[in-house]
C-alpha cells in the first residue's frame, strides 16, 4: 500500500504566524527580484509592493488559521463581514498598514495633480529666449550628422554581420546613444548575447565589444576591448544593469540607463537619477546620475556629472516639461478654456551637436497644433539650459512632405529634420532614404518659407545649391551670406593620400588656411603650381577653429573653371 504523507502545519498560533511571515517574505522577495520596485515612498511602485505583501500575509493567515469550513450558505455582505472580523482578530496591524498605504497612494496622487499645483507644473523648465543666428553657429558639410537613429542602427547591425567571429555568438543590442566623441556626433551601443545559451558559455568573459557609427560619415566600426563588459540589459540575473542598480541602490529612482564611452574609450551606463518635486508622485526631475563601470560594475553617485557624459535628461522629459511650461502659462482652467497663449511640442525630435554638448531639438506650436511652428526649443542634455527661438515657419512634418514632394519619382522617404543655421536662417537638414534605409540623398528646407527646398545628392553641393537659393529669392542678400570662395596666388602646396585618393593642400598668400582638393574630383590638381591664381569655391568653416577647409571647385586663370563634387575627409 502507498502511504500519503500530509504536510504537518504548525499547530500553535505563533508557529502559524511565523510560517506565514516566511511565506510573505519569500514571495516579496520573488516579486522584487523581478520588478526591481523602488523602495522609496516618491514611487508608485513602492505602495504596490506593500499591498502585495499585506494581501499575502492575510491570505497564509487565513489558510493556516484552521477556520472552520461549515455548511452554512452565506450572503456576500455576510462573507465581507465575516472577512473583516477575521482580519480584526487575527492582522490588525497589517490590516492597518493596507488601509494606509491605499490611502496614502490615493491622497498622494491627487495632491500631486496639475488641477491643484499648475505653478509649480508651469516652472519645471526655466525657459530663455535667445537669437538664433548669434547662439547656433554654422557648421561646416563635414560636420552635419546625416543619419537618423532608425538608419544609424540599421549599419551598427549590418556591421556585426562582418565580424565572423562574433556574429554566431553576439549581436547588435539596438540600445544606441547619441553623444559627442572626441570633437564627434556617433552613436555608441554594447552587442548583446545572442541567446541564453550563448551567454552561459560567454557570461565569464562579458560582452567583448560595442559598436560606434559616425552620424557625419555614416561609418559603422566594432570596438573591441581588453576586458569584456559584465554588467548590460543582455544579462538576465545579477549584472542585469537594472537589477544591479536596484541591489546597490534601493532607494533610488532611476530612469532607463543609458550606454555612453568616456573619450577614452571606456564603456559606461549613466543611469539618471529621477525624483519627484511636486506632492508625493508629481514633477518627474533629474537630479544628478549614478554611473556604473560596463566592465567591473563599479559605481558611484554624482550630484554634479562629468563634463564628458552626454545624455543625463532624454527629450521625452524636456518635451513633457515644455508641454507643462506652455499649457499651465495662466493657470489650469486657461489651458482647457480659452487657451490664450498655450502652445505646446511638436511630435518628433532630433539632435545637435554644439560646443562638446548634446542638444534635443523639438519645434514648438499653438495649441491648435496647426501646420505652423512658433519657433523651436534647444535643450542640452546634461544641464537641461533651455533655449526658445521665436522663428514662425513650417512645422516638421510640413517641412518633410516638402522635401519628399521634390524626390517623389525616386521614392526617398524622409527622416526627421536636423535644426541648422545656414546663412543665418534657421534650416531644416533632411536626409532622405531609399527602401533599404540608406541615405541617398539630402534636402535643405526654410522654416520660414518652406516653398525653398534645395537638394542635393552630397551634404555640400546641397549646401551650396541652398544658399544661392536664398540669395535668387530675397531672403539674404550677397552681404550677408557666408563666405564660401576664395581667390588669389598659391603660395604652398602639399599633398596626401587619403582612403586610396591623393589630395593636394592648397595655402594662398596671405591665409593661414588649407584648402583640401581631391584629384580624384578635379584633375586639375596635379598640374598646379605654387605662383598659380586660382579661385576656390569651400565649405563653410565649422564650430571650431580649423586650418583646412574642403574645396570642390576650382578655377585656375587663363583656365577656365571645373565644378566637383565635395570630398568627405572625415570618411578617410
Known sequence: MLSHNRIRLPKSRFGRTLLSLAVTAAVGFGYFYVTLPALNPHAGEFYSFLGLLCAVYVVCVFLLSGAPHDNVIRTPKEKLREWLKFIKSRCLPVGLLFVAVVVIAAVGNVVSMPLLRAAAYRDLLTVQTGDFASDVAQISFNEIPTLDRTSAEFLGDRQMGTLSDMVSQFEYSGDSTQINYQGRPV???PIAYADLFKWLTNRGQGLPAYVVVDMVTQEATVTRLPQGMKYSFSEPLNRNIVRHLRFHYPTMMFSTPEFEIDESGHPWWIAPRV?????LFGGTDIQGAVLVDAVTGQSQYYKEVPTWVDTLYVPELIMQQYDYHGTLVHGFINSLLGQRDVTITTDGYNYIAMNDDVYAYTGVTSANADQS?????LCNMRTKETHFYEAPGATEAAARASAEGVVQDLGYVSTFPLLLNIAGEPTYFIPLLDNTNLVKSYAMVNVAQYQLVATGATVSAC??????????????????LPKTQASGTIAEIRSAVLSGSTYYFLRLEGETVFYALSAAQDRQAVTLNVGDRITLDHALPGEEETDILDAYALTIDGRGSSQTVAPDLAAG
Open 463 to 480: 549646401e551650396q545649391t541652398y544658399i544661392q537659393m536664398l540669395s535668387d529669392k530675397g531672403v539674404t542678400t550677397p552681404e550677408e
Open 373 to 377: 511652428n512658433l519657433g523651436f526649443l
Open 187 to 189: 552613436r555608441v551601443a
Open 275 to 279: 525624483v519627484k518635486t511636486i506632492g
